[in-house]
Antibody, heavy 118, light 105 residues
Framework: EVQLVESGGGLVKPGGSLKLSCAAS????????MSWVRQTPEKRLEWVAY????????YYPDTVKGRFTISRDNAKNTLYLQMSSLKSEDTAMYYC???????????WGQGTSVTVSS | QIVLTQSPAIMSASLGEEITLTCSAS?????MHWYQQKSGTSPKLLIY???NLASGVPSRFSGSGSGTFYSLTISSVEAEDAADYYC????????FGGGTKLEIK
């Protein structure tokens, strides 16, 4: 059974940093591209980072480029999202998601909540 | 980036009714994907590449469309279908629609 379990969320002040983790199990993690997707309190979904299976390619939207870094440790079956210079608009539930192919994701974790507030 | 507009924002349906949710793209896309999100849970893949049912999805769900207009149909609504539905494209920069909330009367 595919399982993705996020952790690391919490309350952080504007300008602060946070590192999210996603532990994967039930599939060959190193063979799959992965993404982070967030859902705002208004329930809007926004893709925030993509990484290829081997980690050699990463992509970000302009809203987080230069502030967020996606990485992975295939030996530990774990995906990461390092977030810095956090803003209030980064407040959201953050999900890690497995790619079926380049065009869509087929499994999502249960999410970890990030709140940016003073 | 391509903007996806879903309608209606809220749909109220009776058990056994056939309903159609729509998703309009600001520019042509190759495929549309659909996710279902029940209250308190993460989004679940429902339909991929416009018309393919994800694993375990009941056959009462179907998808169709092309270019800038796509739809999701439930042939006979059941109580367990109450959820938010999101369309999604990754033809270029990935975007999601704003969602349709399906309520059961």
């Amino acid at each position: 059974e595919v399982q993705l379990v996020e952790s690391g969320g919490g309350l952080v002040k504007p300008g602060g940093s946070l590192k999210l983790s996603c532990a994967a199990s039930g599939f060959a993690f190193s063979s799959y591209d992965m993404s982070w997707v967030r859902q705002t309190p208004e329930k809007r979904l926004e893709w925030v980072a993509y990484i290829s299976s081997g980690g050699g390619s990463t992509y970000y939207p302009d809203t987080v480029k230069g502030r967020f870094t996606i990485s992975r440790d295939n030996a530990k079956n774990t995906l990461y999202l390092q977030m810095s210079s956090l803003k209030s608009e980064d407040t959201a539930m953050y999900y890690c998601a497995r790619h079926y192919n380049w065009e869509f994701t087929d499994y999502w974790g249960q999410g970890t909540s990030v709140t940016v507030s003073s | 980036q391509i903007v996806l507009t879903q309608s209606p924002a809220i749909m109220s349906a009776s058990l056994g009714e056939e309903i159609t949710l729509t998703c309009s793209a600001s520019s042509s896309v190759s495929y549309m994907h659909w996710y279902q999100q029940k209250s308190g849970t993460s989004p679940k893949l429902l339909i991929y590449s416009t018309s393919n049912l994800a694993s375990g999805v009941p056959s009462r769900f179907s998808g169709s469309g092309s270019g800038t207009f796509y739809s999701l149909t439930i042939s006979s609504v059941e109580a367990e279908d109450a959820a938010d539905y999101y369309c999604h494209q990754w033809s270029s920069y990935p975007t999601f629609g704003g969602g349709t909330k399906l309520e059961i009367k």
